[in-house]
T-cell receptor, first 110, second 115 residues
Framework: LAKTTQPISMDSYEGQEVNITCSHNNIATNDYITWYQQFPSQGPRFIIQGYKTKVTNEVASLFIPADRKSSTLSLPRVSLSDTAVYYCLVVDGNTGKLIFGQGTTLQVKP | NAGVMQNPRHLVRRRGQEARLRCSPMKGHSHVYWYRQLPEEGLKFMVYLQKENIIDESGMPKERFSAEFPKEGPSILRIQQVVRGDSAAYFC?????????????FGPGTRLLVL
């Protein structure tokens, strides 16, 4: 089964850029990598999705190297409201199963 | 277009009782996923259903747990004879298609507490 690794927690200050990396070996060749944000007592919310290189939307950027063994979620100029848990979601290369990362708790301080 | 609906939002059961969790996917979505999240832990896949069919139930305990997604009505996750270890948040997600660009949309979850 694909194994994902994310830092358990990260601290940042308002206005800084935050980069969260998820390492994932043996992911499906043709499937996208997706990142979600989860606030306490809420369901995960889609942030961004990509296949390779760089993807950018209004809230984040996603960097995926050519070997696709990792992906980095980049949050520009974080605010207190970005304090949440961030998960990567990949597809296992052998079984096609969906694998969530263990999540990174981001704490943004004033 | 309403989002994914789950009810109840909170459910309290005594050991040995049955818990029934309901999920109404977004309009036009025929793919439903159930996940379990234990306190202070990440999301664990349980089951994937597509209208009237169970596609992948590899993450679901072999006993006491079952899921369905009938032609009409919400998807149901059923837990029989609940035990304290079943206390968790159960999330449902839906998507319009399965494939490389699939995006899952999550509901608010049902928090099950077993006394």
């Amino acid at each position: 089964l694909a194994k994902t690794t994310q830092p358990i927690s990260m601290d940042s200050y308002e206005g800084q850029e935050v980069n969260i990396t998820c390492s994932h070996n043996n992911i499906a060749t043709n499937d996208y990598i997706t990142w979600y944000q989860q606030f306490p007592s809420q369901g995960p919310r889609f942030i961004i999705q990509g296949y390779k290189t760089k993807v950018t939307n209004e809230v984040a950027s996603l960097f995926i190297p050519a070997d696709r063994k990792s992906s980095t979620l980049s949050l520009p100029r974080v605010s207190l409201s970005d304090t949440a848990v961030y998960y990567c979601l990949v597809v296992d290369g052998n079984t096609g199963k969906l694998i969530f990362g263990q999540g990174t708790t981001l704490q943004v301080k004033p | 277009n309403a989002g994914v609906m789950q009810n109840p939002r909170h459910l309290v059961r005594r050991r040995g009782q049955e818990a029934r969790l309901r999920c109404s996917p977004m309009k036009g979505h025929s793919h439903v996923y159930w996940y379990r999240q234990l306190p202070e832990e990440g999301l664990k896949f349980m089951v994937y259903l597509q209208k009237e069919n169970i596609i992948d139930e590899s993450g679901m305990p072999k006993e006491r747990f079952s899921a369905e997604f009938p032609k009409e009505g919400p998807s149901i996750l059923r837990i029989q004879q609940v035990v304290r270890g079943d206390s968790a948040a159960y999330f449902c997600a839906s998507s319009p298609r399965r494939g490389r660009e699939e995006t899952q949309y999550f509901g608010p979850g049902t928090r099950l507490l077993v006394l």
